[in-house]
């Protein structure tokens, strides 16, 4: 299943709200933005990292 770039997939309510909160509201803004400024996010943890990557990957892009 392909994900869509213009939202976010499904990686749980606190880490969607961190990424919210930093003005992220689709997946196409992720791609390049530094894995480790992700994970400073209040409510950011490894396995939704992992699935935005993953989603990512989807389209040929990746986290920085």
Partial sequence: MTSSL???????????RALNGAGY????????????????LHGMGPRALGILQAALEEHGLSLG
């Fill in 6 to 16: 213009d939202t976010l997939p499904k990686i749980g309510a606190p880490a969607t």
């Fill in 25 to 40: 509201t689709a997946l196409r803004q992720l791609a390049g933005v530094p894995r480790a400024d992700l994970s400073e």
